[in-house]
């Protein structure tokens, strides 16, 4: 079946820190490739998304690249601020499952100032 | 526009009891998908429903149901709760062409069994 990989948190950063968060799928059928964030106390959040092979993803200084040879959507963020404090999930949906999004168990960040 | 609304927020049932939790979809979207997600872990699809009908399903026993409403409004039903049912239920809204992939999602309601 379908499953997404993401690395254990807690993350902790200091503020103007690099980012990195891997995560990794497989899939029966074509993906399409998310990243959400939780923040404390509420729903999930689109934060960006890639539908196709070496598409890359962006919003709010967050980029991820899908990458089929290796099967990985990793997410970037050159600087983060203390705002970014969140859980990010890890996501995706095929054309076998269209609008079942299957998650990762999703990696906790804490940027400190 | 109110985005996707879920009511109530929180919850606390006892064992053996029933819950009904409700989702009012974003504007315009008829697609509805209830996940589960307990704590520190990532949401569970529990199941989608299309024009009133489940498109698809999770693996989730049968004492969960659901219903859709001809407004797109929908309903999660959970029969004869157990203590590992506590959890944040979560619904997303989406449209079911493919060609827009976004779903947005509510809240969610806290339910605690106790």
């Known amino acids: 079946g379908d499953s997404v990989t993401q690395m254990e948190g807690p993350v902790t950063l200091s503020e103007e820190a690099f980012l990195t968060i891997n995560c990794t799928y497989t899939a029966t059928g074509y993906p399409s490739l998310f990243w959400y964030v939780q923040y404390p106390g509420e729903g999930l959040q689109l934060l960006l998304k890639?539908?196709?092979?070496?598409d890359k993803g962006s919003n709010k200084g967050f980029e991820a690249t899908y990458r089929k040879e290796t099967t990985s959507f990793h997410l970037e963020k050159g600087s983060v601020q203390v705002s970014d404090s969140a859980v990010y999930f890890c996501a995706l949906t095929t054309t076998d499952s269209w609008g079942k999004l299957q998650f990762g168990a999703g990696t906790q960040v804490v940027v400190t100032p | 526009d109110a985005g996707v609304t879920q009511s109530p927020t929180h919850l606390i049932k006892t064992r053996g009891q029933q819950v009904t939790l409700r989702c009012s979809p974003k504007?315009?979207?008829?697609?509805v998908s209830w996940y589960q997600q307990a704590l520190g872990q990532g949401p569970q699809f529990i199941f989608q429903?299309?024009?009133?009908?489940?498109?698809q399903r999770g693996n989730f026993p049968d004492r969960f149901s659901g219903h859709q409403f001809p407004n797109y409004s929908s309903e999660l039903n959970v029969n004869a709760l157990l203590l590992g049912d506590s959890a944040l239920y979560l619904c997303?809204?989406?449209?079911?062409?493919?060609?827009?992939?976004?779903?947005?999602f509510g809240q969610g309601t806290r339910l605690t069994v106790v």
């Open positions: 429903y299309y024009e009133e009908e489940e498109r």
């Open positions: 504007s315009g979207h008829d697609t």
């Open positions: 890639a539908t196709k092979a070496d």
């Open positions: 997303a809204s989406s449209f079911l062409d493919r060609r827009n992939t976004e779903a947005f």
